[in-house]
């Protein structure tokens, strides 16, 4: 499966950002999706997953309460809405695929996107 995000931009503190990612080659409804991010410096950090017909997600702590991951299997899309965004969320933001089970980890997830920027201003 191939992966493109798309969505990120600079937003101010407080704002909202959607970011998505489309997918194509095989059939969608067979991965689990996940978004990643990495922050200058620092390691590729589990954001949110959702699992093949998104009745189960995942956040990470950080995220929870602020983020919300949706997919849309008739359209191969999955999607990243971040609402009152902080500055520790500027990163570099990846979607990901995996097939079988929900997963937390960068390493479980082989296929990966180019990444979209996200950054937040104070």
């Known amino acids: 499966v191939q992966l493109q995000a798309f969505g990120g931009g600079l937003e101010q503190a407080w704002g909202s950002l959607r970011l998505s990612c489309a997918a194509s080659g095989r059939t969608f409804s067979n991965y689990v999706m996940g978004w990643f991010r990495q922050a200058p410096g620092k390691e590729r950090d589990f954001v949110a997953s959702?699992?093949?017909?998104?009745?189960?997600?995942s956040y990470a702590d950080s995220v929870k309460g602020r983020f919300t991951i949706s997919r849309d299997n008739a359209n191969n899309t999955v999607s990243l809405q971040m609402n009152n965004l902080k500055p520790e969320d500027t990163a570099v933001y990846y979607c990901?695929?995996?097939?079988?089970?929900?997963?937390?980890?960068?390493?479980?997830?082989?296929?990966w996107g180019q990444g979209t920027k996200v950054t937040v201003s104070s």
């Open positions: 990901a695929a995996r097939v079988f089970t929900l997963s937390t980890r960068s390493q479980d997830f082989p296929y």
């Open positions: 959702i699992s093949r017909y998104g009745v189960t997600t």
